[in-house]
Nanobody
Framework: QVQLVESGGGLVQPGGSLRLSCAAS???????VSWYRQAPGKQRELVAV???????NYADSVKGRFTISRDNAANTVYLQMNSLKPEDTAVYYC?????????WGQGTQVTVSS
């Protein structure tokens, strides 16, 4: 079983930056880890993926602004978010896919507003 704890959310002005962290209770070296987000009244959507082979993928809406990275030694995945827009406002969730099942974190709120 893997427990995930997200942190780093908060209130930021448009154009600002935040870095989210997803700390896992187990080794992530063999686990693909993703960030999702869910805005009020909308479906949860994929934001970025970090694969075990070092690959990354991004939603078109965040390409060039967000960067996902991982520190396997610290069992942590990060999401650096730059040039934030009001439409980035959402609860951001971490998701880890093991060979058995996927695990969700509890989420962290990101609000982009002036």
């Amino acid at each position: 079983q893997v427990q995930l704890v997200e942190s780093g959310g908060g209130l930021v002005q448009p154009g600002g930056s935040l870095r989210l962290s997803c700390a896992a209770s187990a080794s992530i070296s063999s686990i693909n880890v993703s960030w999702y987000r869910q805005a009020p009244g909308k479906q949860r959507e994929l934001v970025a993926v970090s694969t075990t082979g070092g690959g990354t993928n991004y939603a078109d809406s965040v390409k060039g602004r967000f960067t996902i990275s991982r520190d396997n030694a610290a069992n942590t995945v990060y999401l650096q978010m730059n040039s934030l827009k009001p439409e980035d406002t959402a609860v951001y969730y971490c998701w880890a896919l093991t060979s058995i099942r996927g695990y969700w974190g509890q989420g962290t709120q990101v609000t982009v507003s002036s």
